[in-house]
Structure formats: C-alpha cells, structure tokens
C-alpha cells in the first residue's frame, strides 16, 4: 500500500486465484473506487485459471473517480505467453478497457493494446457465415460485448447457428453427444449469456456504466484448480476421475466462462446496492433467492425482456448441468457458490467465507469434452 488514494498491487511471477481474490480484497476497501491503483504486473508469466477474471472484474469501478495504471511484461505481438496468458485469461482485455496507462519496460504501450483488443481476431477463416467476429485460436474461443448484439440472445434457434461451428476449436466433439445433451449444453450456455444481455447493464447499476463481459470457451488436455480456493472441484475431478472406463478418451476438458462485470446477482435482485456493505448472510440469501426457480426480477423491474414464463433460468442451468455431469462455480458480489451433480446436490452450495467484492458475475464451467461416450 502507498499513500492514502493509492493501492499498489505486485503480483510477481505468478497471478494466481489466492493473489487475486486479495486483490479483489484490497481494493474493495475503497467502497468509492477513488484511489489510483498501480498494478505492477511486469515480471508475471503465469496466470492461473480463473485469476485474470477475477482480477479484471475488480478493475472497473476505478474508471471513473480513480484511476489504473498497469505494468506489464514486453507483448511483443501480443502472441505466445502473452496470449497464452493475458488474453485467454481475459486479464488483457480488462487492462485494455480500464487502465489510462499500461507501461512495458519504461515504454507506453496503452494505444497500442488498446488497438488490439478493439476488434476480435482469428488466424481461421470464419466457420461460418453465422458466426458472429470471434477471437479464435487453437483451444481458444471468445466472444466479446455479449451486450451489444454481436450473437443472437433473444432465441436459441440462431444462438445455435452462430456458436455450433466454433465447438470443433476446443474439441467439443458434438457427434459424441446425444440428442438430449447436446440440447442441455447449448441451453446452458444460451441461458448463461443472456442472463448477461438481460441483467448486467439495469439499475441499480447507471445505465451509463460501460462494462466488458464476454463468452469464453478453452480446452485443457487436464484441468486442475489450486486447493487454496475451493477443494470442491478437485473432489469433482476426483468422481469424475474414479468412474472413467480405461478404453476411454475423453479428450480433456472445457472451460466454459461466462462473464461480466456489472451489477451483480446480490444488487439486481435486491434493487440496491448497499446491500454488499451489509451482512454476508443477507447477500447469500438474497442470491439463493434469486438462483431459484419461479424468481425473476423482471416482473418488478420492468427494464428487461419478459419472454414466456421468466424466473427459470438457472433451473434450466442446473438442470443442464445435471445432464451433463458438469462442474459450475459463480463468484458474484462477495459470494461465491458451486454446482456439483456428481456429489448428490441438486442447488447451489455458498462457499461459507465471505470473498472481497468482485463487481458482475462470472459463471465458470468445467465438463468433459466428450461427454456421452463417458458417462454414458
């Protein structure tokens, strides 16, 4: 820590989950965001799965009355570790839209990285006509500005058209999957986005607030998490693990994150915002409210769209992810819950600490990459 209005934050050579919650904690410690935040992220070559997402939602409130300022090791290209690392992580794409000054070994590099990240980029030729400009690269997919129209989220229909031909690049092999869990996985990536389109922006969040949220899609030949944030994924591996036949090639796992950071589960469905300065107890409850079927802010607020009968889409999430035996974390606020069908449980189960506020809400989904010649 410096002076009074500034957080200064060194990450080392490593960004993991444990660092970045404590950066998520530290600068929740200034409820107005008015400090400068110096990240120094120069000597940083590693960052673990989920940290740059938590990292980078924790960067938005500053943009306004504070300010961010980052250094970072030499992009070069903005290929190999930095891809690798900075933009599959989403941490690149946050620096770009928040910080006013990124700084590689004493030379200012902010336009240039802001360039970048403006306009999605593929080394592939599009897939499809319907597939909307994506950032595609060998395991990697993602999908900006879930927002801003770029994929259809009104109707699963053409959601279908525009992301079924971008499976083959992080090895969801769809002719592995029945009929009825195929459906299941696309529902529950169609639901998680346009939770995001729905809810992200409204009040009691200003309408204008300019957020970053986006889909994301990785392939890991293994998939590992660190015990010093939840050991309940690694007890998923473990299940999932333990009842794999030998003569099976399952092809890895997929990292499903949806994410924005905007005005969180607790807020939107409480219609205010003091209520992540009151009790962790009261937030858990106003977000398990809100996770459960029949609940849906819309019929209050009036501001987003009413299609059929709302309040059923993390039940159609948990049911897809019962379907698929996949694993679901969501950090949101200062709460954090985990859906895991392979352990019996059929609802959210609330990590018991309370976390450092993390604006928005990402939904992190790990499952199989060929799911049905697995479980089935």
């Not at 700084?103 to 590099?109: A, H, S, Y």
């Not at 299609?307 to 019962?322: K, M, T, V």
């Given at each position: 820590m410096g002076k009074a209005n500034e957080i200064e934050?060194?990450?080392?050579?490593?960004?993991?989950?444990?660092?970045?919650?404590?950066?998520?904690?530290?600068?929740?410690?200034?409820?107005?965001?008015?400090?400068?935040?110096?990240l120094n992220l120069s000597q940083c070559r590693y960052i673990d799965i989920g940290a740059g997402?938590?990292?980078?939602c924790?960067?938005?409130?500053?943009?306004?009355?504070?300010?961010?300022?980052?250094?970072?090791?030499?992009?070069?290209?903005?290929?190999?570790?930095?891809?690798?690392?900075?933009?599959?992580?989403?941490?690149?794409?946050a620096l770009a839209r928040?910080?006013?000054?990124?700084?590689?070994?004493?030379?200012?590099?902010?336009d240039r990285m802001r360039r970048y990240y403006q306009m999605p980029r593929s080394k592939y030729a599009s897939p499809s006509p319907m597939t909307p400009r994506t950032w595609l690269a060998e395991n990697f997919v993602l999908i900006p500005d879930l927002g801003n129209g770029l994929i259809p989220l009104d109707n699963i229909t053409p959601f279908r058209l525009a992301i079924g031909?971008?499976?083959?690049?992080?090895?969801?092999?769809?002719?592995?999957?029945?009929r009825v869990d195929?459906?299941?996985?696309?529902?529950?990536?169609?639901?998680?986005?346009?939770?995001?389109w729905d809810h992200a922006d409204?009040?009691?969040?200003?309408?204008?607030?300019?957020?970053?949220?986006?889909?994301?899609?990785?392939?890991?030949?293994?998939?590992?998490?660190?015990?010093?944030?939840?050991?309940?994924?690694?007890?998923?591996?473990?299940?999932y693990r333990n009842q794999l036949p030998n003569d099976v090639d399952t092809k890895g796992m997929v990292e499903i994150v949806v994410i924005d950071d905007g005005v969180g589960i607790a807020a939107r469905h409480a219609r205010r915002f003091d209520i992540y300065q009151g009790s962790i107890e009261e937030e858990q409850l106003v977000v398990s409210d809100a996770l459960a079927d029949g609940s849906s802010i819309?019929?209050?607020?009036?501001?987003?769209?009413?299609?059929?009968?709302?309040?059923?889409?993390?039940?159609?999430?948990?049911?897809?992810?019962?379907?698929?035996?996949?694993?679901?974390?969501?950090?949101?606020?200062?709460?954090?819950?985990?859906?895991?069908?392979?352990?019996?449980?059929?609802?959210?189960q609330f990590v018991s600490e309370s976390l450092g506020y993390m604006p928005g809400t990402a939904l992190q989904i790990v499952l199989p990459a060929r799911i049905a010649r697995v479980w089935n």
């Open positions: 934050l060194n990450f080392g050579r490593r960004l993991s989950v444990k660092s970045a919650e404590e950066a998520i904690r530290c600068l929740a410690t200034d409820s107005d965001a008015t400090s400068d935040v110096k997402w938590r990292l980078g924790a960067l938005r409130r500053f943009k306004s009355a504070g300010s961010i300022e980052a250094l970072v090791p030499p992009p070069g290209d903005f290929d190999k570790r930095w891809f690798l690392d900075f933009t599959r992580s989403g941490l690149g794409f928040y910080a006013i000054s990124l700084t590689e070994q004493g030379e200012n590099i902010t031909p971008l499976f083959d690049f992080v090895r969801i092999d769809q002719q592995a999957y029945n195929l459906a299941a996985l696309f529902r529950l990536i169609f639901e998680a986005s346009q939770n995001v409204r009040p009691p969040l200003p309408r204008s607030t300019r957020l970053l949220s986006y889909l994301s899609l990785r392939h890991y030949r293994k998939a590992t998490v660190p015990h010093e944030v939840t050991s309940h994924f690694e007890c998923f591996l473990n299940r819309k019929l209050k607020s009036q501001d987003a769209t009413v299609r059929g009968q709302p309040g059923f889409g993390y039940a159609q999430i948990r049911d897809s992810l019962e379907h698929l035996s996949a694993f679901c974390l969501v950090r949101t606020g200062r709460c954090m819950a985990y859906f895991d069908p392979t352990a019996g449980n059929h609802d959210f």
